[in-house]
Structure formats: structure tokens, C-alpha cells
């Protein structure tokens, strides 16, 4: 399974933008990459997906390098809400998701 | 509509007990994976069933296993528990199978949290 790498934790302040990495260097030419993040004491919550373009929803926005070898989950005007566990995962065909330790987010009012 | 649910919330066992975890799709799913989250890491994949049959497994011992009913829920069976089966179960859905489908998000309940003595 492609492997993704995250900072372990960052910090945003509220009501500022937030800009999550996400590196993937050996992606493939099929990998979809998903995002998902978990609140506390919740199972995880499906944000965004994309392949090659950059995709926005009600959430968040994904931008994806032009070579896909790293892709960025923006979250445009941060909440306390917001305050998780964000992860940035590789799927394809026959694959299963591979959860990594993924990126806590802190959110300061 | 109702999530995935997932019941009990919360289950405390001893060691070599047994367990059984339950989860409800959500209604027209029919693809359902569990997951085991240790405290600090990511879910890890243990199961996926769709339409009744096991389409995929993770790296997880004998003592795990599971099944889907007609209805598309699913239980998940631990025996033999050790103190390491500690964790969070997670159970999630989707509208196909997974292997089929991985462009499409997975659903995830609230799990059930599984304390061994």
C-alpha cells in the first residue's frame, strides 16, 4: 500500500485559514487520495476526496500538486470545532484503507 | 437518515472472555469493514464483508472473526481475549464494495470501546 506522511500535530487560530500537508511520493497514477478526520471521542468522518484536480466541498478544499506527489487539505476559516485528527489516505483498486497516525489539529480561540 | 450505529458503547471483559460487537449499516449500504483503533494510532483494517462474504482481511489473528446478515448488519467476534485487544472497535459502511469503490468515502460509526481486566 503507498505510504503518506503528516506532521504530527499543528496549530491554527480560530476563524484563520488552515493548511494541512499531506506528502506521497510514490503515489500512483490511480490512487485516489481521501481525507478524513476524527473528533474526539467519535469515529472518523469522511472530508474530501480527488484524484488529479483540486476538489472543494462545504468543508474543505483539497489541493493536489501538479505531480500528486503531495496534495494540502485547506480549511478555510477554521472553528473549534474543527479541533482533530486529520488524515491523508491513499486508495486504489483492491486496496483497503491504511490509516497512518495522522496530523492533530489545534485550534486556539 | 440513521449512521452506522454500533452497540454497546462501551464493554468491559476479562481476559479469555469472548465478545461480540454489533453494527448497523447505513439503510442501502451493503458493504460493512471493521476497524480497531488503539489508543494513539490510526484504525487499523480487519474486516470487510459485502453481501455476506468476507472480501477482504487484515493482519489480525484466528481468535477474530465476523460475519454479515441478510439485513447487512454485521457482527464482529473477539475470542480468547488478551489484554492487547483493548481498544476501539469502529465499524463502517459503504454503498459498494470496497474493493470496487475506492473512490467512494466509507462511513463510520462511533465504535465500541472494549476495556480488558
Known amino acids: 500500500d503507498a505510504k503518506t506522511t503528516q506532521p504530527n500535530s499543528m496549530e491554527s487560530n480560530e476563524e484563520e485559514p488552515v493548511h494541512l500537508p499531506c506528502n506521497h511520493s510514490?503515489?500512483?497514477?490511480?490512487?485516489?487520495i481521501h481525507w478524513y478526520r476524527q473528533l474526539p471521542s467519535q469515529g472518523p468522518e469522511y472530508v474530501i476526496h480527488g484524484l488529479t484536480s483540486n476538489v472543494n466541498n462545504r468543508m474543505a478544499s483539497l489541493a493536489i500538486a501538479e505531480d500528486r506527489k503531495s496534495s494540502t487539505l485547506i480549511l478555510h476559516r477554521a472553528t473549534l470545532r474543527d479541533a482533530a485528527v486529520y488524515y491523508c489516505?491513499?486508495?486504489?483498486?483492491?486496496?483497503?484503507?491504511?490509516f497512518g497516525p495522522g496530523t492533530r489539529l489545534s485550534v486556539l480561540p | 437518515d440513521a449512521g452506522v450505529t454500533q452497540s454497546p458503547t462501551h464493554l468491559i471483559k476479562t481476559r479469555g472472555q469472548h465478545v461480540t460487537l454489533r453494527c448497523s449499516p447505513i439503510?442501502?449500504?451493503?458493504?460493512v469493514s471493521w476497524y480497531q483503533q488503539v489508543l494513539g494510532q490510526g484504525p487499523q483494517f480487519i474486516f470487510q464483508y459485502y453481501e455476506k462474504e468476507e472480501r477482504g482481511r487484515g493482519n489480525f489473528p484466528d481468535r477474530f472473526s465476523a460475519r454479515q446478515f441478510p439485513n447487512y448488519s454485521s457482527e464482529l467476534n473477539v475470542n480468547a481475549l488478551l489484554l492487547g485487544d483493548s481498544a476501539l472497535y469502529l465499524c463502517?459502511?459503504?454503498?459498494?464494495?470496497?474493493?470496487?469503490?475506492?473512490?467512494?468515502?466509507?462511513?463510520f460509526g462511533d465504535g465500541t470501546r472494549l476495556s480488558i481486566l
Open positions: 510514490t503515489i500512483s497514477g490511480t490512487d485516489y
Open positions: 439503510s442501502g449500504h451493503k458493504s
Open positions: 463502517a459502511s459503504s454503498l459498494v464494495i470496497q474493493q470496487a469503490a475506492f473512490n467512494q468515502p466509507q462511513h
Open positions: 489516505i491513499l486508495r486504489n483498486y483492491g486496496q483497503n484503507f491504511v
